[in-house]
């Protein structure tokens, strides 16, 4: 039993909750008193609601976020309607800006603002004090919004000692050298988190290292800007480098404009697929940049994402926005163009989403900026994209990453717009696939095998015989060994054996990047 329980649902089981871990490493004496539970949005809320309830809490803390709200708003209604003399408290993005107006917030006890580390467990203290003298024979209730005040890095106890084994095993591995952004780009909630504060560098090298010797080899750096202090990026990119293991992988988000050569030096040592770079990018147009508030030395991004990609072996996800204001498809087409010319491994073309409390509003009625009502809160069309297009771009979106990012068809893809501009040929089969397969989801392998070399041969006039090797070498990429039926006539066996990829060593979290780094084998035997 737990008289405090930390929950959350998950967009999927392999992410941990990193934020209620550090709710629960905080709760000091409280500590003992408090459990964590953790669900999927997999999960239906009232099986949630039946094994929170299970645990007998006094206060259930609820984590809510832009891909949980709508469960989560369910979750704690039936809560209520079984329970209501729990307290229901709630944090998170989601509620931390805008939040008065909502249904999942006028159902709940208590809503904390900002980054509730401490202001948790002071408000658990509260709630769970003896009875005072006020008359009442309860302390005064404390208010039903609060606002966090922003906690310091030297005041928090580290929590990676709460990911357990099954965590090590299954789980993405969160860890966070610094919190917050300088920059001021407006569709994004870290413009609202100044200043940026670093976790004590000791400290945090210290539980890195437990976490290296309990067997974890899968990092996800969340800070949003890793490379804004040098020394402590360096200092972290050294530990890591001196600690190698031949399945460590690394994920950091970088600023693009910012890799100086004393950052380089030491990247080009690291073993290829053992870093990933984040790079935002959203978008290469000097003039929407200005208008949402984004600085960035765009000659200088080209020039170290060149370098990335020539001289180390780190895999590179660069990020585009669709459907920023004063962007129209011809500039964003001339973006992706330009993106796909410097060869990232991947490209995440995202759809802009109205985040609460981010001042991209502001641009709404100049730019016919149009959202969607519920989340993730999508835009929908804008004054230069109408809602036609925007659904493209999302179908799009969707296909480039099951095709081009998936690492799947590492070497199909190019030959998907050879010697034409990437983006109308990738759009052109974007609408192509769309008609022919009739969904954006759930296309196994082997049948979105069979629509590339549809496409390149019927629709493109490519030569089968030509076209049939590479796409039997990238279906064997991902490490399958049979022949499909649609490429079996086109194929000489003496001079494409069935094989299976080497998907290399990394851990089992990274095999899309293992993917991009593998060569399909040709030494296994004939059938």
């Known amino acids: 039993m737990a008289e405090i329980v930390l929950s959350t649902l998950n967009a999927r089981f392999a992410h941990a909750a990193f934020g209620l871990r550090y709710l629960l490493a905080n709760l000091q004496d409280l500590r003992d008193r408090a459990e964590i539970l953790e669900f999927d949005i997999s999960h239906r809320p009232l099986d949630v609601a039946e094994q929170l309830l299970a645990r007998q809490p006094r206060i259930i803390g609820l984590g809510v976020y832009i891909w949980n709200i709508e469960p989560t708003t369910r979750l704690v209604s039936d809560l209520k309607r079984i329970a209501p003399e729990v307290t229901i408290v709630l944090g998170g993005p989601e509620v931390s800006y805008e939040a008065h107006d909502l249904e999942l917030t006028r159902l709940a006890d208590h809503v904390i603002a900002g980054e509730a580390d401490v202001a948790f ?55 966070e050298a610094s919190r917050g952004c300088p920059y001021e780009c407006e569709f994004c909630l870290s413009s609202l988190d100044i200043p940026v504060r670093q976790a004590p560098l000791e400290a945090f090298l210290h539980a890195m290292d437990d976490l290296l010797a309990r067997g974890v080899r899968q990092f996800k750096f969340v800070d949003r800007t890793f490379n804004l202090n040098l020394k402590v990026s360096r200092a972290i990119l050294e530990f890591f480098l001196e600690r190698m293991q031949p399945d460590l992988f690394v994920h950091f988000e970088l600023v693009p404009d910012r890799l100086p050569d004393s950052l380089r030096e030491v990247i080009r040592r690291f073993p290829p697929g053992t870093l990933q770079f984040e790079v935002g990018i959203q978008t290469f147009n000097p003039a929407v940049a200005t208008l949402i508030s984004r600085r960035q030395d765009y000659p200088q991004t080209e020039a170290n994402l060149q370098w990335l990609r020539q001289q180390t072996g780190v895999h590179v996800h660069a990020d585009l926005i669709v459907g920023l204001p004063g962007e129209t498809v011809e500039s964003f087409a001339d973006g992706f163009d330009r993106l796909v010319a410097l060869e990232p491994q991947e490209i995440q073309v995202g759809i802009l989403k109205r985040l609460r409390g981010t001042p991209i509003v502001r641009h709404d009625a100049e730019w016919g900026m149009v959202y969607s009502a519920y989340p993730p809160y999508e835009i929908l069309q804008t004054r230069l994209i109408d809602a036609g ?70 629709e493109r006039g490519e030569a089968a015989r030509e076209v049939a090797p590479i796409v039997f070498r990238d279906y064997q990429r991902g490490g399958k060994s049979d022949i499909p039926p649609f490429l079996r006539p086109w194929l000489d066996l003496e001079e494409n054996p069935r094989g299976v990829a080497g998907g290399g060593t990394l851990p089992r979290g990274a095999r899309r990047q293992a993917r991009h780094l593998s060569e399909p084998s040709a030494e296994s035997p004939t059938s």
């Not at 040929?425 to 629509?451: C, M, N, P, Q």
């Open 389 to 458: 297009m925007m659904q493209r771009m999302r179908r799009f979106a969707r296909f480039w990453d099951l095709v081009a990012n998936s690492g799947n068809f590492v070497e199909t893809t190019p030959r998907l717009w050879r010697d034409s501009r990437p983006f109308a040929s990738f759009l052109a089969f974007s609408d192509w696939l769309h008609v022919a397969s009739g969904r954006t989801s759930g296309i196994a392998l082997k049948r979105l095998a069979e629509y590339v070399f549809t496409w390149l041969t019927s």
């Open 121 to 175: 467990r002071d408000l658990c203290r509260e709630l769970l004090a003896q009875p005072g003298d006020n008359g009442s024979g309860r302390l005064p209730r404390p208010e039903k919004f609060l606002a966090a005040p922003l906690p310091q890095f030297g005041d928090l106890q580290l929590p990676y000692s709460l990911y357990n084994a099954q965590d090590i095993a299954h789980r993405v591995i969160y860890v």
